[in-house]
Structures are given as C-alpha cells and as structure tokens.
Nanobody, 113 residues
Framework: QVQLVESGGGLVQAGGSLRLSCTAS????????MAWYRQAPGKQRELVAQ???????TYADSVKGRFTISRDKDKNALYLQMNSLKPEDTAVYYC???????WGQGIQVTVSS
C-alpha cells in the first residue's frame, strides 16, 4: 500500500521557519494530487496546502503568503516550507495522497510565542 513518511517538524519560535518533508513509496508524487493537512488540539483536521498533477496549488487562507508546497520528482518527495510561523500554526501536520486515501503518521510542529 501507499506509504507516506513525514519529517522536519519540531519546536520553533514565532517568526521562524521550518520545512516539512514527506517521502512516498508505492506512489509517484509528481503525477498525483498531494496535500498537507494539520490538526490542532481540540480542532478538526484542516487542509493546509494542496498541489495537483498539473502543479496547481491551493492554500488555506490562514497560511497564504507564508507557506509553500512543492515536490521533487527525483526524490519522490513532497515539501511544505513554512515561514513567519505563528503560535496558531501549532499542530500535528499530515502528508496525504487524497486520491488513494493515504495519510502519513503525522509530525508535530510547535511554535512558541
């Protein structure tokens, strides 16, 4: 089955940056719609960013201008560059392949004020 593994999370101060990575197996990242979701404590999981097979990107309003989704076809990896981080960005972030209904295990991002 499709496997997605996230890395790159951690603790950062407000205003800082992190880059999340998602390595995929049994799926070609370049030709499939891929996405990043997040879930904060007590809240529903929400879409953060998505990239389609023709490179169309979509972002949640709360992260527009600060986050960038991208992928590397050679490494078969998906990325989320997060800049100007805010405490409200604190959440568990998930890599997803929506067409396959596949999710990574999630990785914690904590932004301190």
């Amino acid at each position: 089955q499709v496997q997605l593994v996230e890395s790159g999370g951690g603790l950062v101060q407000a205003g800082g940056s992190l880059r999340l990575s998602c390595t995929a197996s049994r799926i070609t990242v370049k030709i499939n719609t891929m996405a990043w979701y997040r879930q904060a404590p007590g809240k529903q999981r929400e879409l953060v960013a998505q990239i389609t097979s023709n490179d169309r990107t979509t972002y949640a309003d709360s992260v527009k201008g600060r986050f960038t989704i991208s992928r590397d076809k050679d490494k078969n990896a998906l990325y989320l560059q997060m800049n100007s981080l805010k405490p409200e960005d604190t959440a568990v972030y998930y890599c997803a392949a929506p067409v396959f209904g596949s999710w990574g295990q999630g990785i914690q991002v904590t932004v301190s004020s």
